[in-house]
């Protein structure tokens, strides 16, 4: 007798996240050779990866337009960002938007692979989007050296980023990523053996993974995938040596990259898992160290993305901040008008509501707080028209 | 270091290190074959005269056999006439089985079989190779059609699928064939820097360029020996092969070599006896597979790596 566990779904989708400059688009580049479905159109190629993103672009506008609202960057290094993204979950229509457009996928192809690096923000939405859907998920986690990615970020993106600022961004990311997929049918891939011999690293995610894609692939599938992988990849120098990154932070980046290696052989490693857990309380309370360190030099710059909150904290708006030239696209008019329309939800504040904001915000707050709760409230929809699902 | 034309070993081995012939200048136009053996001192002798006899050069690349196949290589171009255009080399490090064991060997090892398939195809010095196995044997009909197919291939880059059949061989007087199962297979690549072998999930493959032109022999020009009292798997390191449809044609010999040793009938299969004084391998390669009505089997299964639907037909 069969088990229902047994049953392979007929639609799987596979995820791949991980860090920017860690060979996500190696990896989704393989799978899409091997037989996976990337929706259409990708991203177009440009010469920080020559070979093409294998990114479908309404899923990099789609993200790019939830992080704006939740005032989130893809690299955000703060600990919070987590539950501001974390927030769209509870979001019709952010969800129904991506349930619309991920149904007319799966009737295209039964197996999907979808990256982009700031998929892991939002990975909850797109795992009970997908089950809603029918398709069960996989997430293949890329792995590379800390200083390999902060190096090679610097090298293809610039910016005003700093190392630090990197490295902190990439831990923040690992933590969470790490976090959030416990639950998942989840593999870690190390990138340098993706380089190294991506045939076993890849029919070992399809027997891990069930993947029948991979596990049924044809000799012109690997044929093709051989052609994608670049033989010129190789892995850059790394090191702390040639960075300027602080010893607390390079110590964390170095457990956390010990605790993710051993991952890489078992993605249910405990013990590797509670480092990850122990890592990431000592982060966030070197974080929020740090921010109170800088908050002389945060007030001093007179940012207007500064705030404070009502206890007084300050509130950091990175949304003016740099936007990482990795394939990033986020404008209306990449977005067909229905979707425009399912996203206008999770938009930041603008006409009449910003004004209001404006103007509710010069008022102090030990006057504002004087107005009992559900009349604000009342007031605010008065001015600006009820929206739902905010 | 590896570059255009050479391959490097990770156990920096330098003498054997593949140095491909075409990355020293244009080949001339010709067929080697190339046999990479181990052990097949009883299936040479019905392999290599129809073999000597439909190319031009033959490369015997042994790889530690113990039961004397290279001397007996040798001996056999002589008596056919062909040791001018006859070579023998050994690998001597052991390659690992198809399977789970492949899969694992980095394949810029000595002991992957994609750079061993390399390092015996680089010697190569004609425009075109023929990869050729120890135990598979030309018909007739399978000689003369290689013979005109080589002066056909002069002007053009072609890959071309030699559709292969199963010859059990129960002993020197009984055989049985399989009319439910062919394999299609491209065995004959032009010789260049875009017919590399690279590593594969199960085994070594070899690769193409986008626009490859494709050529499906008729059936019915070689088959492949299988003993019924040999271990025809020891070449694979799991014989799990239910697994995926590329290891198809295994399931079916496994089906088919267990039946037959059990002595049960199985659909598809038919016994054949040699007249008296024949040896059935030489009776089936001279007479019966070629009065065989065409096609001989009438259902292709889709096969792995038969290249694209449509190709050009013989």
């Known amino acids: 007798m069969t088990d229902a566990t ?9 995820f791949v996240a991980g860090s ?42 789609y993200h790019a337009r939830l992080l704006r609202a939740a005032r989130v960057h893809p690299s955000d290094a703060r600990p919070s960002a987590w539950f501001e993204t974390g927030k769209f979950l509870n979001r019709l229509r952010a969800r129904n938007a ?58 293809s993106y610039g910016g005003r980023l ?19 997929t416990r639950d998942a049918n989840r593999a870690f891939v190390r990138y340098s053996d993706l380089l190294e011999d991506w045939t076993s690293v890849v029919a070992d995610l399809g027997d891990r993974l069930n993947q029948p894609v991979i596990i049924g692939a044809t000799s012109s599938a690997m044929r093709a995938a051989h052609n994608f992988v670049d033989p010129g990849l190789r892995r850059s120098p790394s090191g702390w040596d040639q ?5 607390r932070l390079r110590e964390l980046a170095d457990e956390v990259s010990g605790a993710l290696d051993r991952l890489a052989d078992d993605p249910s490693d405990a013990d590797a898992q509670q ?23 945060i007030l001093a710059a007179g940012s207007p993305n500064v705030r404070r909150r009502a206890d007084g904290q300050p509130v950091t708006d990175p949304s003016g901040a740099e936007q990482e030239a990795d394939g990033l696209a986020d404008s209306d008019d990449s977005l067909a008008s229905s979707d425009r329309a399912a996203l206008s939800a999770v938009d930041p504040p603008t006409g009449p509501e910003r004004a209001i904001d404006r103007f509710v915000h010069r008022i102090p707050h030990r006057y504002r707080e004087r107005i009992p709760v559900g009349l604000r409230a009342k007031l605010r929809r008065n001015a600006v028209g009820e929206r739902e699902d905010r | 270091m590896s570059s255009p034309g050479q391959m490097a070993n990770r156990e920096q081995r330098h003498d054997f290190d593949v140095h491909w012939s075409w990355a020293e200048g244009p080949t001339p136009h010709g067929m080697t074959a190339v046999l990479r053996v181990k052990n097949e001192a009883r299936s040479l002798p019905f392999a290599l005269p129809p073999l000597i006899r439909a190319v031009d050069r033959i490369i015997v690349v042994d790889n530690g056999s113990d039961d004397g196949t290279p001397e007996l290589a040798t001996e056999l171009a002589e008596r056919h006439g062909a040791s001018d255009r006859f070579e023998v080399r050994s690998y001597p490090f052991s390659v690992s089985r198809c399977g789970p064991e492949h899969l694992h060997t980095p394949p810029d090892s000595l002991h992957s079989l994609a750079y061993f398939y390399n390092w015996s195809f680089s010697g190569v010095r004609t425009s075109y190779s023929l990869k050729w196995d120890g135990d598979m044997v030309l018909t007739e009909i399978g000689v003369k059609a290689l013979r005109t197919l080589n002066w056909q291939l002069e002007p053009v880059d072609v890959v ?30 032009p010789n260049g820097p875009e017919y590399t072998y690279v590593k594969a999930f199960d085994w070594e493959l070899r690769m193409l360029p986008e626009e490859t032109r494709w050529l499906r022999m008729q059936q019915g020009l070689q088959f492949e020996l299988k003993w019924l009292d040999a271990d025809e798997f020891d070449h694979w390191s799991s014989t799990d092969f239910d697994k995926s449809n590329r290891t198809l044609r295994k399931r079916r010999e496994v089906e088919v070599i267990d039946a037959l040793v059990a002595g049960r009938d199985i659909p598809g ?46």
Request: contains cysteine.
């Open chain 1, 6 to 14: 047994d049953l392979v779904p007929d639609r799987r989708i596979v």
């Open chain 1, 20 to 61: 920017g400059r860690s060979g996500t688009s190696l990896m989704a580049g393989i799978l899409r050779e091997l037989g996976f479905h990337v929706p259409q159109p990708e991203v177009t190629a440009d010469p920080t990866n020559p070979k093409g993103f294998a990114e479908p672009q309404w899923v990099v506008d």
């Open chain 1, 98 to 155: 991506l349930e619309r457009w991920l149904g007319q996928q799966l009737e295209i192809s039964t197996d999907l692979v979808v990256k982009d690096p700031r998929l892991i923000w939002f990975l909850p939405i797109w795992q009970q989007c997908a089950s809603e859907l029918g398709a069960r998920t996989a997430v293949v986690t890329m792995l590379r050296d800390p200083t390999e990615v902060v190096v090679s970020k610097q090298r």
């Open chain 1, 162 to 180: 700093t190392t630090t600022s990197r490295t902190a961004g990439w831990l923040n990311l690992m933590f969470y990523t790490e976090r959030s």
């Open chain 1, 243 to 247: 960075l300027e990154v602080p010893l």
């Open chain 1, 275 to 297: 480092r990850m857990d122990a890592a990431r309380v000592g982060y966030s309370a070197l974080y929020e160290e740090a921010e109170g360190i800088a908050l002389s030099s």
């Open chain 2, 160 to 189: 071309v699928i030699i559709p292969r059949h199963p010859l059990y061989v129960a002993d020197e007087k009984t055989a049985y064939f399989d009319f439910e199962y062919i394999n299609l297979e491209p065995f004959i690549f």
């Open chain 2, 269 to 314: 299969i038919t016994r054949i006896d040699a007249p008296p004084g024949r040896h059935v391998v030489d009776y089936v390669r001279t007479e019966w597979m070629d009065r065989l009505p065409r096609p001989i089997v009438h259902s292709v299964p889709p096969e792995e790596d038969a290249g694209p639907t449509g190709e050009e037909n013989a």
